[in-house]
Nanobody, 114 residues
Framework: QVQLVQSGGGLVEAGGSLRLSCAASGRTIGTYNMGWFRQAPGKEREFVARIVRGTTNTYYADSVKGRFTISRDNAKNTVYLQMNSLKPEDTAVYYC???????WGQGTQVTVSS
């Protein structure tokens, strides 16, 4: 079992940047596919980005491609989501997830003002 604790997020103006962190304990993240999802008010949770275990292969939602970068620091047992050129439509609660096992972080609010 793995526990995920998120940090980062907050309020930023459109065009700005934020970095989210997801620190794991209990198991090494190298054994998991790690991802980020988000949920905006009144909308369903949606996929944002994913990094495949044992590789550097990454995948992104079309809406964030070229602006967001997912990365993993195995030494720190932490996954990051670097978010650049933020838009108001990126406003949501962001969640990290580890799979297999479907372990979720507690969520962190990102608000982008226009």
């Amino acid at each position: 079992q793995v526990q995920l604790v998120q940090s980062g997020g907050g309020l930023v103006e459109a065009g700005g940047s934020l970095r989210l962190s997801c620190a794991a304990s209990g198991r090494t993240i190298g054994t998991y596919n790690m991802g980020w999802f988000r949920q905006a008010p009144g909308k369903e949770r949606e996929f944002v980005a994913r990094i495949v275990r044992g590789t550097t292969n990454t995948y992104y939602a079309d809406s964030v491609k070229g602006r967001f970068t997912i990365s993993r620091d195995n030494a720190k047992n932490t996954v990051y989501l670097q978010m650049n050129s933020l838009k108001p439509e990126d406003t949501a609660v962001y969640y990290c997830v580890a799979d297999p096992g479907n372990y979720w972080g507690q969520g962190t609010q990102v608000t982008v003002s226009s």
